[in-house]
């Protein structure tokens, strides 16, 4: 997947629609917000903005990523760096230099029962700090992991894309 979106698709996207390849951002929910964050990390440069809605944060300290990492990338016995490659925080807590200087926005829902065991965005929280990575992480109460949670908070990832893409 990683390869398709950043090799193939974007080069399609820019063939057949008027778009500037320089100012791309990326986003997403859950496991799609584990994605753009590492996809934003491993490829620096690649995308201008960055946000994410209750994503998996640090899936190499959870049971989705354990399970995840263990069928895609080989059993906890295995060389354990190839995971760290694709964990968000760790990629982060790697950084020389903030990535996203403009910023990285997060939204997270504080009834979302994946939340505790499974999301860990204070890990990513501590990793960005430890980077000079700003980071904005909302927490809301109320908000659950699903539809309305995303719809709520929608238009404020739309401006914070246009915001730093525009700059």
Known sequence: MESW???????????????DGHRIGIFGHSMGGHGALTLALRHPGRFKSLSAFAPI??????PW????FAGYLGAPGDDRAQWLAH????LMKSQVAAPYPQGILIDQGLSDKFLAEQLHPEVFEAACFAAGQPLTLR???GYDHGYYFIQSFMADHIAHHAQSLHA
């Open 5 to 19: 979106i950043v090799h193939e698709l974007l080069v399609l996207v820019a063939k057949h629609f008027a778009i």
């Open 87 to 90: 964990d968000a925080s760790a």
């Open 57 to 62: 944060c640090a899936p190499t300290q959870c």
């Open 139 to 141: 927490r809301h109460a």
């Open 65 to 68: 990523g354990e399970k995840a």
